[in-house]
């Protein structure tokens, strides 16, 4: 489920798969604090399915260069659910908009579908698509310097659950401005 997670941040919320990340390894320096991204209590809040942190870390799918990134996935006991919050800080905005460019290119594959979204930053994207059976809903915010990505996994993408989807984003997004 990782690697289609991963797949899933690439296509939907702006950020790149592995192929567009840094070979360096992140440092301690590197790595933002757990506060820059939402807890398990504010996901679980609005997808009560989710029920543990699975992982954490250093945002291995960031593009570009950024100065220090965060993500984190959610997930129900099973692992069918996911929840993927990413952070990417980068030096300025022009590095955090280029990052953002570069990750809209590479969004366009077969059935991809936009998702019409309200505008959480400078710039916003989000959409859908199925893949191995399993359903991606993403987003992604440009707000300054920072790059703000969200994921589900393994959730329809109804209207409810873009709905909420789009209000748990709109948290982290606030969460992560400057």
Same mark, same amino acid.
């Given at each position: 489920?990782?690697?289609?997670?991963?797949?899933? /941040? @690439? /296509?939907?919320?702006?950020?790149?798969?592995?192929?567009?990340?840094?070979?360096?390894?992140?440092?301690?320096?590197?790595?933002?604090?757990?506060?820059?991204?939402?807890?398990?209590?504010?996901? &679980?809040? /609005?997808?009560?399915?989710?029920?543990?942190? !699975?992982?954490?870390? !250093?945002?291995?799918?960031?593009?570009?260069?950024? !100065?220090?990134?965060?993500? #984190?996935?959610?997930? %129900?006991?099973?692992?069918?659910?996911?929840? *993927?919050?990413?952070?990417? &800080?980068?030096?300025?905005?022009?590095? =955090?908009?280029? !990052?953002?460019?570069? @990750? $809209?290119?590479?969004?366009?594959?077969?059935?991809?579908?936009?998702?019409? #979204?309200? %505008? $959480?930053?400078? &710039?916003?994207?989000?959409?859908?698509? *199925?893949?191995?059976?399993?359903?991606?809903?993403?987003?992604?915010?440009?707000?300054? %310097?920072? #790059?703000?990505?969200?994921? $589900? @996994?393994?959730?329809? =993408?109804?209207?409810? %659950?873009?709905? &909420?989807?789009?209000?748990?984003?709109?948290?982290?997004? @606030?969460?992560?401005?400057?």
């Amino acid at each position: 489920m990782k690697s289609v997670s991963i797949v899933a /941040i @690439a /296509i939907l919320c702006a950020i790149c798969a592995p192929c567009g990340a840094s070979s360096l390894p992140p440092t301690d320096s590197t790595l933002l604090p757990m506060s820059s991204v939402l807890d398990l209590g504010a996901v &679980r809040s /609005i997808f009560p399915a989710v029920t543990r942190m !699975a992982e954490t870390g !250093a945002d291995a799918t960031a593009q570009g260069s950024p !100065a220090a990134t965060r993500s #984190v996935f959610y997930e %129900n006991d099973g692992g069918s659910k996911r929840v *993927t919050l990413t952070v990417d &800080r980068y030096g300025d905005a022009a590095g =955090a908009a280029s !990052a953002f460019e570069l @990750a $809209l290119k590479k969004s366009k594959v077969p059935g991809f579908k936009p998702l019409k #979204v309200p %505008n $959480l930053g400078a &710039r916003t994207f989000g959409g859908t698509v *199925t893949m191995k059976g399993v359903t991606h809903v993403g987003l992604g915010v440009l707000d300054g %310097n920072f #790059v703000v990505g969200a994921t $589900l @996994a393994g959730f329809d =993408a109804s209207s409810a %659950n873009v709905s &909420r989807f789009v209000s748990l984003s709109r948290a982290q997004a @606030a969460l992560s401005k400057p």
